[in-house]
């Protein structure tokens, strides 16, 4: 079937107005009518060649929510009408360790929403900038937001698991001091997360006006990292510091304010290398480095069920489909709290 769609025919070109095709549903399939597509800062990297092998046309989105609109004779979690979501992967092997263990995020086939080979045409999948998209049931995700919501949910898919599972993997919570670097996309719902887990949260920022902002999202304090009497008041003091900064910088600013035994982790993922940092900022207090991508499909769901439980949405600004290459020139500079929506009604406009 034929649907609209937005993406681009090269990496140089602007995103555009085209059509897509989608398989009809197999057995074991879901048909999800999109509502509405969350813009990742992935999504700009990948479509403009910036990470290597786009393939084109390249349509981006995986941070993807709708309606169930079909369903396959063998699928059983899901009827028509469900609210539902799909991340950033639509398949994985489903046999190798990290699938048998709930995380496909990390298994070698994960396939991922957009720009990953499939027997689908054009031969890589397609992600949400479109109106429709058919994925196995296993991959598609319930939401329980009011529907009134629904738009704010979507950055959960990608900007929400990211920060939920190492905040949960390194046990944010009561009696945690947690440290949230960067208010953006990412750093916005680890603060939110943070907080409703229980934890004593610390935003950094390079700006000191955003501390209303970093308050208002349930900042317990608030530190400039230019200032260095305000770094040293913390020195030694955090179990957990969330590292969401996706553009070089200083890594040992923030690793002498970990306490023994704490780690830093990496979720922003940078053009170009950070720094190395001071072996001995490491191995002086026994403090870790650690990264962490996404969730696996259990955990994502887990994520979504607490969003749900807490009142936990994405604060986010809504554009039309034809805004999107304006909304990249934003993003790069900043310049949105704290993530773009497309409605994708807007698609056929």
Known sequence: MLVNAYGAYAGDRPLESLQISRREPGVHDVQIDIAYCGVCHSDLHQVRSEWAGTQFPCVPGHEIVGRVSAIGAQVK?????????????????????????????????MVGTYNSP????????????????????????????????????????????????????????????????????????????????????????????????????????????????????????????????????????????????????????????HPSPNVFNLIMRRRSIAGSMIGGIPETQEMLDFCAEHGIVADIEMIRADEINEAYERMLRGDVKYRFVIDTATLGA
């Open 118 to 273: 499939t027997k689908d045409e054009p031969g890589w999948t397609l992600g949400g900038y479109s109106q429709r998209i058919v994925v196995h049931e296993r991959f598609a995700l319930r939401i329980r937001h009011h529907a009134s919501q629904l738009a704010a949910v979507a950055p959960l898919l990608c900007a929400g698991i990211t920060t939920y599972s190492p905040l949960r993997h390194w046990g944010a919570g009561p009696g945690k001091k947690v440290g949230v670097v960067g208010i953006g996309g990412l750093g916005h719902m680890g603060i939110k997360l943070a907080h409703a887990m229980g934890a004593h949260v610390v935003a950094f920022t390079t700006s000191d006006s955003k501390r209303e902002a970093a308050l208002a999202l349930g900042a317990d304090e608030v530190v400039v990292s230019r200032s260095a009497e305000e770094m040293a008041v913390h020195a030694q003091s955090f179990d957990l510091i969330l590292n969401t900064v996706a553009a070089p910088h200083d890594l040992d600013a923030f690793l002498v304010l970990l306490k023994r035994d704490g780690t830093m982790v990496l979720v922003g993922a940078p053009a170009t290398p």
């Open 77 to 109: 979690n899901f009827t028509i009408g469900d609210l539902v979501g799909v991340g950033c992967m639509v398949d994985s092997c489903q046999r190798c360790a990290d699938c048998e263990a709930g995380f496909e995020n990390y298994c070698d086939g």
